[in-house]
């Protein structure tokens, strides 16, 4: 997989890239793995914009992606399809029942190859298996939090989580950030990396491919009036940095951490931003 460049026609082709997709084999989805999606617009069921800079952007359909395979499945990868709500490439496999499912696709996987999922499958990449079955050292990926509930962690493109021990029903990972987390061994994951690695490198380009992502233009608050943003107001002259910088409601922004969930601090070995400044 490439990073593919345009020839500078304009100021927006002269900085634009993107992948070339040549690990898609079809361009057509399952309907019956489809879902309608409504554009929310950054709005709640009252009306209120909740997330700020959301709206307009191209029609798209929600692929029903399952991430709490069953176990001793035996599936058979009939197409490796492009997701338009994730980074990540989406594969559609069979089953040895003849039911289709949409998975996250890594970098091995290759349309008519074949996976496992469950106790008894083999310790190669792609195959889903507990993380108790699996050796240390293994990079894995869309893993458990909960036995059963399905995957929840390192999902994203090219982001992968390294087994880096296990002891007393825990496994220990290596988050794609850094974090040391320690996660139950009844948990499953897959062996491999996410797919699409060369995401984190395409170059947006242009406004209006932000746009037709559903993304609306920002303002700085520094040019707003005082009753709009904590940064507004002035008389039009320079504006110093006397103050912390703060979102339009108040809350310290720019390196102030927002993480209270304390129930789940005593499984964080070491944090990821252990040895930075505090």
Excluded at 202 to 226: E, F, L
Aim: proline share 5%; with cysteine; net charge positive.
């Amino acid at each position: 997989m490439s990073i593919k460049a345009y020839r500078p026609t304009t100021p927006a082709q002269r900085q634009k890239t993107t992948q070339d997709f040549d690990q898609i084999t079809t361009r057509k989805p399952m309907k019956s793995l489809l879902a309608s999606k409504k554009q929310q617009a950054g709005k709640n069921n009252s009306g209120r914009i909740t997330v700020r800079h959301r709206g307009g952007g191209v029609k798209r359909h929600y692929r029903l992606v399952s991430h709490n395979l069953p176990a001793g499945l035996t599936l058979r990868i009939e197409e490796i399809e492009y997701d338009p709500n994730r980074s990540a490439r989406i594969a559609r496999v069979k089953d040895q029942n003849g039911v289709y499912y949409y998975i996250i696709a890594d970098t091995n996987m290759r349309k008519g190859a074949t996976i496992s999922t469950g106790k008894d499958a083999a310790i190669e990449t792609s195959n889903r298996l507990p993380l108790e079955l699996i050796p240390v050292g293994t990079n894995v990926y869309a893993i458990e939090l909960t036995p059963g509930k399905g995957a929840q962690m390192v999902r994203s493109a090219g982001t992968t989580a390294q087994l880096m021990a296990k002891e007393n029903g825990y496994a220990t990972l290596r988050m794609p950030s850094g974090e040391m987390r320690k996660v139950l061994c009844a948990c499953s994951a897959n062996i491999g990396t996410v797919g699409n690695i060369q995401h984190q490198n395409v170059k947006i380009g242009s406004a209006g491919r932000t746009r037709r992502k559903g993304i609306r233009p920002t303002v700085r608050g520094v040019v707003m009036n005082a009753c709009d943003h904590p940064h507004g107001g002035g008389d039009g002259g320079r504006h110093g940095t006397g103050k912390a910088p703060r979102t339009p409601w108040g809350q310290l922004t720019l390196g102030y951490r927002t993480r209270h969930n304390k129930k789940t601090n005593k499984m964080i070995v070491r944090s990821r931003h252990e040895g930075k400044r505090k």
